[in-house]
């Protein structure tokens, strides 16, 4: 098994992680041309859940990193037993995939030469033959602040699909499109709530309400969810407009973000134009 440290890092897995862990380290430790495999993603930085991924880093020579990346799948069958699995675009040979047993795991693989510069830097030895941990750079210190421009595409973006709705949505009665158009809406504010609450601790890319205030998830399920009705699809659309040009504008501009006011106000006189404006008013 692995060391101590890899050990902790691999506790908050369920157990068929650890047998997986096994039989992946058997086929590294036989295998020469990898020289080191290492946990990484939300494993590595303390901040993994029962429902995190397996990720992982292997380090294969230089000389033979060709050959393995263009016969990973063989690999990848030596040691699990994967019913999905496809490789990352443009990431010569890492793969996610998806056990028999439903476990899931996440492989970059990497040249030596690459590994000293790599984008990866906190991760947890599970293997090192030839002391590449030494050659690693140091991992960066987070330095994230709200990125404006973001949450001002995203405003942008929100008021351009406010645009599209009564003509899309409304007048062809759409409203399979409707409800496509509302969860967008939705997920359009949760992405300005996270981009204005940073700098975010470390946490995996699939815990979802951990970045989120209390007040905004309290926005977020609130929201009505829309059936493929007129009446449904059009209040659950005012609904989430208000959160947006309430809850939303006052956090993207405590995050220093401008609201686009012209522009919404122009949005707005065409819903009413439309009949679509309501009682949460402009």
């Known amino acids: 098994m ?18 997986l862990v096994d039989a992946f380290l058997a086929a590294v430790q036989t295998d020469e041309r ?13 901040v993994a859940d029962a429902g995190s991924d ?29 019913i999905l699995a496809r490789e ?12 028999r047993d439903g476990l899931r795991v996440d492989v970059v693989s990497e040249s030596v030469s690459a590994s000293r510069e790599t984008p990866h830097r906190i991760r947890v030895r599970l293997l090192d033959r030839d002391g590449l941990a030494g050659d ?24 351009r699909q406010q645009v599209i709705f009564p003509a899309a949505v409304v007048a062809r009665q759409d409203w399979l499109l409707g409800i496509v ?15 204005s609450n940073e700098p975010l601790p470390p946490m995996g890319v699939k815990q979802w309400s951990s970045r989120l205030t209390a007040d905004q998830r309290q926005v977020l399920a609130g929201l009505p969810q829309p059936e493929a009705t007129r009446e449904s699809v059009v209040a659950a659309m005012q609904a989430v407009r208000h959160a947006f040009r309430t809850a939303g504008r006052a956090r993207a501009e ?21 009949e679509l404006e309501w009682d949460y008013g402009s």
């Open 136 to 159: 690693l750079p140091p991992a960066d210190h987070d330095s994230r602040v709200p990125d404006v421009t973001k949450i001002a595409d995203t405003i942008e973006e929100f008021l």
């Open 54 to 82: 397996l990720d992982l880093i292997v380090t294969v020579r230089d000389d033979a990193f060709e050959g393995f990346a263009e016969a990973w799948r063989e690999w990848l069958a030596s040691w699990a037993d994967a």
């Open 34 to 46: 990898i020289r080191a495999a290492w946990l990484s993603g939300s494993l590595a930085r303390g």
């Open 181 to 195: 158009g509302v969860l967008n809406a939705h997920l359009l504010l949760y992405s300005l709530f996270t981009e």
């Open 88 to 99: 990352l675009p443009g990431i010569p040979g890492s793969f996610f995939a998806s056990t």
């Open 2 to 19: 692995a060391d101590r440290d890899a050990d902790a890092a691999l506790t908050p897995l369920p157990t068929g992680y650890r047998d």
């Open 254 to 274: 405590e995050a220093g973000a401008s609201w686009p006011i012209e522009v919404d106000d122009a949005v707005t006189v065409y819903w009413q134009r439309e």
